[in-house]
T-cell receptor
Framework: EPEVTQTPSHQVTQMGQEVILRCVPI?????FYWYRQILGQKVEFLVS????????KSEIFDDQFSVERPDGSNFTLKIRSTKLEDSAMYFC???????????FGPGTRLTVL | QKEVEQDPGPLSVPEGAIVSLNCTYS??????FMWYRQYSRKGPELLMY????GNKEDGRFTAQVDKSSKYISLFIRDSQPSDSATYLC??????????????FGTGTKLQVIP
């Protein structure tokens, strides 16, 4: 069964460092998303991406964040200068070209020290 | 008022019980309703997906949507210890094509005791 994959599963970084979180969405999907879940809180939408551009972003997704689909399979989230409050689980998700289910990856746990 | 409200629990039931999980929402634009299951420090796993008001059944799970009351439910029959997890209600308005930004509830933590 196809699935969304994410690497790394856990990333530890120092405050101010850049991190890149990687995702491989399901191969025939067209819409890609990043969500964030701070420990003990709800899953929050960060950004959506379609046709090689951002289609919507939340207030959380400020200038420190960027997304990219560098090739036909990978989808990345970059945080330029990490803050302590960026510590969270980051989930990638994707869905196809119909109002069908959105599938989530297993997440990357980001710890900023 | 929060867009999606969900009782965080925890909810503890004996094995074999019927579990009822609920969410209310305020945004009339929501048309697609989902239930995800999340184990600790894992990604949300889609359980049920519904579009219209009414019931949808899948094995031991039944999803119910009442758009007029802005209320959705998930029922789990014959609950098992393996059902112990956090259950997230989620919804989206949908837009062009298949685009859907999903808004989640806070999740209800369920424990099924053997």
């Amino acid at each position: 069964e196809p699935e969304v994959t994410q690497t790394p599963s856990h990333q530890v970084t120092q405050m101010g460092q850049e991190v890149i979180l990687r995702c491989v969405p399901i191969s025939n999907h067209l819409y890609f998303y990043w969500y964030r879940q701070i420990l003990g809180q709800k899953v929050e939408f960060l950004v959506s991406f379609y046709n090689n551009e951002i289609s919507e972003k939340s207030e959380i997704f400020d200038d420190q964040f960027s997304v990219e689909r560098p090739d036909g399979s990978n989808f990345t989230l970059k945080i330029r200068s990490t803050k302590l409050e960026d510590s969270a689980m980051y989930f990638c998700a994707s869905n196809g070209y119909s109002y069908n289910e959105q599938f989530f990856g297993p997440g990357t746990r980001l710890t900023v020290l | 008022q929060k867009e999606v409200e969900q009782d965080p629990g925890p909810l503890s039931v004996p094995e074999g019980a019927i579990v009822s999980l609920n969410c209310t929402y305020s945004n009339s634009a929501f048309q697609y309703f989902m239930w995800y299951r999340q184990y600790s420090r894992k990604g949300p796993e889609l359980l049920m997906y519904t579009y219209s008001s009414g019931n949808k059944e899948d094995g031991r799970f039944t999803a119910q949507v009442d758009k007029s009351s802005k209320y959705i439910s998930l029922f789990i029959r014959d609950s098992q210890p393996s059902d112990s997890a956090t259950y997230l209600c989620a919804m989206s308005a949908g837009a062009f094509g298949g685009y859907q930004k999903v808004t989640f509830g806070t999740g209800t933590k369920l424990q099924v005791i053997p």
